[in-house]
Antibody, heavy 120, light 107 residues
C-alpha cells in the first residue's frame, strides 16, 4: 500500500525559509518521481516542482528562484525548501508520486497535505 | 505556460443526473490530460489519466474524452459521493498546470 505523508512547521515567519518533508512508503524513489503541489486557501492547485526517479529536478518557473527539491532515497524521503516566504505562500502543501510510462504521467498517489501559514 | 480553462466553475446538479465538465487548453496537448477529485476534507483522488483511462477502483459512471485543446469529464448518473471539486491537469509541457476547478454541488 502506497502512502505519502507531509510534515513541516505549520507556521513560518515572513522572509524565512520553509522546509517540508514527504515520507513515502510502498514505493521506491528510484523508480517513482515525486512532485510538490500547493493550494492556497479556497483556491486551486499549483504544481511547484518534481524530483524525477533519476534524481533530476524540474521547477515551476514562477517560483524556481526560491525553490529546491531533494531526496534521501535511503530514508524514502523527499524534501522541499523554499526561501523568502511571503503571506501569499500560505497554502496546503501536498506531495504526490507519479506513475510515468510511455505516454502516461500522472499523480497517482497523494499525501493528505500539510498546512503552512506565513505570518508574523 | 499552458493555461487550462475549466468550465463551469460551479455546477448545481441532482442525484442521478448526467453532468459534463469541460477543460480547454491554451494550445494542443495531445491527450496529455488527467482528472482529479478533491473531497471537502481536502483529500485528492486521481480519477482519469491520459484523457480517458480510469484509475483502478474508479466507478464506471466516470468517463473522459477529448482531443487537441478540448477535453471533458462526464459522470453518467450522480451519486452522493460525487459532490466534490474536480480538476483537470495537463502534462504536455512544463510547468504542469491545473484547471481552476469545478465545484459540483447538490441542487
Amino acid at each position: 500500500q502506497v502512502q505519502l505523508k507531509e510534515s513541516g512547521p505549520g507556521l513560518v515567519q515572513p522572509s524565512q525559509t520553509l522546509s517540508l518533508t514527504c515520507t513515502v512508503s510502498g514505493l521506491s524513489l528510484t523508480s517513482n518521481s515525486v512532485s510538490w503541489i500547493r493550494q492556497p486557501p479556497g483556491k486551486g492547485l499549483e504544481w511547484m516542482g518534481v524530483i524525477w526517479s533519476n534524481g533530476g529536478t524540474d521547477y515551476n518557473s514562477a517560483i524556481k528562484s526560491r525553490l529546491s527539491i531533494s531526496r534521501d532515497t535511503s530514508k524514502s524521503q523527499v524534501f522541499l525548501k523554499m526561501n523568502s516566504l511571503q503571506t501569499e505562500d500560505t497554502a496546503m502543501y501536498f506531495c504526490a508520486s507519479h506513475i510515468t510510462m510511455m505516454v502516461i504521467d500522472w499523480f497517482a498517489y497523494w499525501g493528505q497535505g500539510t498546512l503552512v501559514t506565513v505570518s508574523s | 505556460d499552458i493555461q487550462m480553462t475549466q468550465t463551469p466553475s460551479s455546477m448545481p446538479a441532482s442525484l442521478g443526473e448526467r453532468v459534463t465538465i469541460s477543460c480547454r487548453a491554451s494550445q494542443g496537448i495531445s491527450n496529455y490530460l488527467n482528472w482529479y477529485q478533491q473531497k471537502p476534507d481536502g483529500t485528492i483522488k486521481p480519477l482519469i489519466y491520459y484523457t480517458s483511462n480510469l484509475q483502478s477502483g474508479v466507478p464506471s459512471r466516470f468517463s473522459g474524452s477529448g482531443s487537441g485543446t478540448d477535453y471533458s469529464l462526464t459522470i453518467s448518473s450522480l451519486e452522493p459521493e460525487d459532490f466534490a471539486m474536480y480538476y483537470c491537469q495537463q502534462y504536455d509541457s512544463s510547468p504542469l498546470t491545473f484547471g481552476s476547478g469545478t465545484k459540483l454541488e447538490i441542487k
